[in-house]
């Protein structure tokens, strides 16, 4: 797995041993005395489960309208113990395990381990998705990037989960960004032999580690902290699927993942006409929620969501989870207007998204500036850069565009759904937890 590294972290040809696995003396000598250099140590006992956990209360308070509540004290909470509790294990997420074993490729080009991607527990036993720093903040995506093989960002997930809040969505998990100790928050933590196995230390003194994958997992596509300390976000976990089930639907209009075929929709500029015939978008919200989603896609610039998630418990027209946001705010340079064809050949949105958008432009209001503030509350601000924040107000003003011309087209009756929030989910249709 490509260069050698520098120093790795153990013995030469084998992983530290887990806690309580049994392995050679020798071995378990050289992991004690690499603590005793570094001067490590085990982080306290977890606290017990308490029912006023912020992560708990995140996840009771799950409702048919989303993900949390307009002024959810409980998200805030989440937000900061996020930031601040203490890891107890980390792990790699299950789709990175699937990498090393049987693997649905269809809608990746050659999996690696540029994204990598951890599940960190906390004290409080809550869980987090943490994606590491891989592309400084003022760094644009070449434009000879394929979207499936562009980078990874942890600022975009960050940004993402604010921009999903302003726009009164509430779809994307609650994010922050954190400095992570990756010797004492990782490797000290994981129980993991792999995730072990794959920390070294650089020529420059820094430690690092590397996803273990089929492809591109090398040494030289590591990850490493200054000299432990490394960015990234923090993104909450949703109830289990056993608590509550979910369904994970291809997008209608999913790109083609390869270098040079192409989707009906992007040759086909009467699609829309064909998906209207099909359940469940032939009725109900389910059209005008994908709408949704491709606005917010086309704001972040984000070109792939191949498929969608939604909660079975809120039936067909319940909200779509705007999951994995990574690789959103890439190049500010650049409006892919192709995001918006759902918006573009389907001609309808909901009045509430469109006069929350319209709001958005006025001068008092103006989206850049009000993303500016929200993402000050974030510990890793600035978040984004003041190109990718003026690029939002770019690319409102396109969405606003394409609704003028299909009003322009098929008048405001056609275009303009006239939705309806609907009343706070009675407890009955909430996310039930039970022991």
Known sequence: ???????????????????????????????????????????????????????????????????????SPAVNRLLRDMQDFSMISADYSQD?????????????????????????????FGKAMFKPMRQKREEETPEDF?????????????????????????????????????????????????????????????????AKCPYMCKTEYAVCGNPHLLEGSLSAFLPSLNLAPRLSIPNPWIRSYSFDGKEEWEVNPLYCDTVREIYPYSHGNRLLNIVDMAVFDFLIGNMDRHHYEMFTKFGDDGFLLHLDNARGFGRHSHDETSILAPLSQCCVIKRT???????????????????????????????????????????????????????????????????????EAPTSDRVKLTT
């Open 1 to 71: 797995p490509g260069s050698a590294p520098q120093q790795p972290l153990g013995s030469e040809q084998e992983a530290f041993p887990s806690q309580g696995s049994s392995s050679s003396p020798l071995s378990s000598r050289r992991h004690r005395l690499y603590r005793k250099e570094l001067n490590l140590t085990f982080p306290a006992a977890p606290l017990p489960l308490r029912p006023e956990a912020s992560w708990l209360q995140f996840h009771l308070g799950i409702s048919r309208d989303g993900l949390y509540p307009r002024s």
């Open 96 to 124: 990175e395990k699937a990498l090393l074993g049987a693997c649905d490729c269809s809608q990746i080009v050659k999996p690696s381990g540029v994204h990598l991607k951890l599940v960190l527990r906390f004290q409080d």
């Open 146 to 210: 394929f979207y499936f093989v562009d980078f990874q960002r942890h600022n975009a997930e960050i940004a993402a989960f604010h921009l999903d809040r302003i726009l009164d969505f509430r779809r994307v998990p609650p994010t922050v960004g954190r400095l992570i100790n990756v010797t004492k928050e990782i490797l000290e933590v994981t129980k993991n032999e792999i995730l072990q196995s794959v920390f070294f230390v650089s020529p420059a003194s820094n430690v690092c580690f590397f």
């Open 353 to 423: 998204t469109l006069l929350r958008l319209q709001l958005l432009a006025e001068p008092e209001y103006r989206l850049s500036d009000v993303m500016r503030e929200s993402l000050l509350q974030d510990r890793l601000a600035p978040v984004l850069t003041e190109p990718h924040l003026l690029a939002l107000d770019r690319r409102l003003q396109l969405i606003l565009k394409a609704v003028r011309k299909c009003i322009d087209t098929y008048g405001e009756a056609k275009v303009v759904a006239n939705d309806t929030r609907q009343p």
